[in-house]
């Protein structure tokens, strides 16, 4: 029998990675409920070691191999710098600002109401064994957890509001607007867990370092074509993310970093557009695989479903209720709120690209890792089903400014 060597099982892997999640999504007809990208991150649980390993181990050892996991993993890191460095680019802070009394009251309700509620279910947590990873200070494992359980998935929120046609709505760029804010604390929040103070002298002086670059790298961007904007921009992405991960902030914070720091406008919108398809379409299915790859259920099935269970309650129930007072300090018509809460309570990618960092920096277990992945994917499953009705109820409220 033929032996097949490291590139037939890379390609063999690529194969599972693009063909089973597609199958299921298009035969299965999920896109109402369940989007491909839904169907991949659940695709990459599923071929991970909890499921697929667990039940054919000699094949999961066959084709992910310590050598085909690091070319995986070799992609997903690009990719997701990529998708984050989109991410940074995009947030409208110029407009938040214009609107910062409403957006505040908004954005900030939205934050500190489910920060605080999934800071409770993580102290329940922390009551058994099994949550806590090995490097993981409790306040480091509340603050992480707490704040996967607020922030919402900006990326996937605009591929729901497409597909909903509300994007470009009012309504669209308001709900765009509270989640930019969120966007960028979860930044803020990960920096000061990562905060390390054997390299606080690295980190200080990558922040002054990255002030000054970002000084020059504006006003280099401002005087070069588009064209050459998009290369020199990747340069700065890949510089960017090296220096933070140097200085012990982790490569991500880096990459968002690098993107926020420019302005959309220097960049043509459908050419953006284009190009976050095409990373969603080419090389973040390998980031999903590389995330199912990590789950684990060590603590038990039933106490990772049950944990999940409790984040969901936590994360939705805070964001519910804090649009809810928002939406009554502003004076909100009946059943604005109630949209607006559902639409920011998506997590999906950008919380697991946080909880990632949390896993690789050993702050939490692959087991709270789980019951956090299930915990996103059943919070961005709930969210089309449940305001695509409403919106026809309240057909008004698309063109709300405020």
Not at 51 to 65: E, S
Request: net charge positive.
């Amino acid at each position: 029998m033929h032996a097949m060597s490291p590139t037939e099982i890379f390609l063999l892997a690529m194969l599972l990675i693009f063909s089973v999640p597609y199958a299921v999504w298009r035969l299965g007809r999920t896109d109402y409920w369940a989007p491909l990208v839904v169907v991949q991150i659940i695709g990459g649980i599923l071929l991970g070691p909890g499921l697929l390993g667990a039940l054919y181990p000699d094949y999961y050892a066959f084709v992910f191999t310590p050598q085909t996991i690091g070319s995986l993993n070799g992609i997903a890191w690009w990719a997701v710098m990529m998708f984050v460095w989109v991410a940074g680019i995009e947030l409208d802070v110029e407009e938040a600002w214009r609107r910062r009394a409403e957006t505040g009251v908004t954005a900030g309700l939205a934050l500190i109401v489910p920060l605080i509620t999934g800071s409770i279910a993580a102290l329940l947590m922390l009551q058994y064994d099994g949550w806590r990873g090995p490097e993981g200070a409790t306040w480091q494992v509340v603050l992480g957890i707490g704040m996967a359980c607020a922030v919402t998935a900006l990326p996937i929120l605009v591929l729901l509001m497409e597909k909903l046609e509300i994007l470009r709505q009012p309504l669209g760029q308001r709900v765009l607007r509270y989640a930019s804010l969120d966007d960028i604390a979860i930044w803020g929040v990960l920096a000061l867990i990562l905060l390390d103070w054997e390299r606080v002298g690295r980190q200080g002086g990558f922040l002054i370092g990255f002030a000054l670059a970002t000084i020059l790298i504006r006003r280099l961007l401002a005087r070069v074509p588009e064209r050459d904007r998009w290369y020199i921009s990747l340069i700065w992405l890949a510089g960017c993310g090296f220096a933070a991960d140097w200085a012990g902030l982790h490569f991500m914070v880096g990459a968002f970093l690098s993107g926020a720091v420019l302005d959309a406008k220097w960049f043509d919108r459908e050419r953006m557009d284009q190009f976050r398809a095409t990373i969603l379409l080419t090389v973040m299915p390998v980031f999903f695989l590389s995330t199912g790859l990590k789950t684990q259920w060590g603590v038990g099935g039933g106490a990772v479903f049950a944990a999940a269970l409790l984040l969901l309650i936590a994360s939705v129930g805070g964001k519910l209720a804090g649009i809810g007072l928002a939406g009554r300090i502003l004076g909100w018509k009946k059943g604005e709120a109630s949209i607006i809460g559902w639409l920011l309570q998506t997590k999906a990618l950008i919380m697991i690209i946080f909880v990632n960092i949390l896993l690789d920096k050993k702050i939490i277990t692959n087991e709270t890792f789980t019951a956090l992945l299930l915990m996103a994917i059943a919070s961005t499953m709930l969210t089309t089903p449940i305001v695509a009705p409403r919106l026809k109820k309240l057909p008004d409220l698309l063109r709300r400014t405020h």
